[in-house]
């Protein structure tokens, strides 16, 4: 299990959700969920495929508008917001996609550039460039920045596309199946990165994942989605302690460091 971290405030929350709905049609996603991310705490949001862990992420950044229910981050009622105070709100929380969405017509260094140039015009190129140099030594890979991402393996271009949200420093990290396609030895290096970043960065994350050493690692705590809501919330090892089907179904499929 991960080992406690003490830069987490348990007295301030970052991210504080209830009694949040989302259905598509007759589909019901999120029936009822409720949750706390507290400043410096990694919550891990495990659940089987197609439960809504997507949903539930991209309704915290703004991207999808929930049918009811308060989410609150950072202090602002997303729902609520217009675009331009959305714009503002993404800059202090990142999103790392699963598949890091670089542009692919462009080097590691351009790829890196590009969010600055778009949000921050006013920073000289010299700054810029040390802003650079700092994520990709926090990602372990400053010797790419000419490289382009097609020359980049599945593990380095996931570390390139933390590093493209980290390069903004927002104060809370959405992972969306950060290990997804990994092999083991990589899947470790991303759930350590997590980890580091945590402490660098002093970031509080929310990380969807149905990789369950994932989880171990890198979660200070865990929420188990089931049918729509969270029927199991606290330290892995609480968690685990559980009876429920699912709980033990994710044994059964998963390897465990
Ligand atoms: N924009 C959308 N329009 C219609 N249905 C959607 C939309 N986004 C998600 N859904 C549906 O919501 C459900 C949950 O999707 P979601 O992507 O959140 O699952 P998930 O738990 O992240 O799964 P996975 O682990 O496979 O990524 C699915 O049934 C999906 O088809």
């Given at each position: ?6 830069e987490?405030?348990?007295?301030e ?19 009822g ?11 891990v ?5 197609g439960t809504?862990?997507?949903v539930?992420i ?9 049918d009811a ?6 202090g602002e ?12 709100l993404?800059?202090?929380v ?7 969405a ?25 700054q ?43 104060s ?6 950060p290990t997804a ?12 990165l997590?980890n580091?970043v ?7 994350s929310?990380?969807?994942?149905h ?33 429920d ?13």
């Amino acid at each position: 299990m991960k080992p406690f971290t003490p830069e987490i405030d348990w007295n301030e929350t970052v991210i504080s959700i209830r009694g949040l709905y989302k259905s598509f049609g007759e589909n019901h996603v999120l029936r009822g969920v409720d949750l706390d991310l507290h400043k410096g705490e990694n919550i891990v949001v495990l659940g089987r495929s197609g439960t809504g862990k997507s949903v539930l992420i991209k309704i915290i950044a703004g991207l999808l508008k929930p049918d009811a229910g308060t989410v609150n981050v950072l202090g602002e009622e997303v729902p609520t917001l217009n675009s331009r105070e959305l714009r503002d709100l993404r800059l202090k929380v990142g999103f790392c996609f699963q598949h890091g969405a670089l542009y692919d017509s462009m080097t590691v260094g351009e790829n890196l550039a590009f969010p600055l140039i778009r949000n921050q015009p006013s920073i000289r190129k010299d700054q810029r460039d040390k802003m650079i140099d700092i994520v990709l030594d926090a990602v372990g890979l400053s010797q790419t920045i000419d490289q382009m991402p097609s020359e980049l393996s599945g593990g380095q271009r996931k570390r390139i596309g933390i590093a493209r949200t980290l390069i903004l420093r927002p104060s809370i990290m959405l992972y969306d199946e950060p290990t997804a396609g990994l092999d083991p030895i990589t899947c470790t290096e991303i759930n350590d990165l997590i980890n580091e970043v945590q402490k660098r960065f002093k970031t509080s994350s929310i990380i969807i994942t149905h990789d369950l050493t994932c989880a171990k690692v890198t979660g200070d705590n865990i929420a188990v989605l089931k049918e729509g809501q969270f029927i199991q919330k606290g330290s892995f090892d609480d968690v685990f302690r559980s009876n429920d089907d699912l709980i033990k179904e994710f044994y059964d499929y998963n390897f465990i460091q």
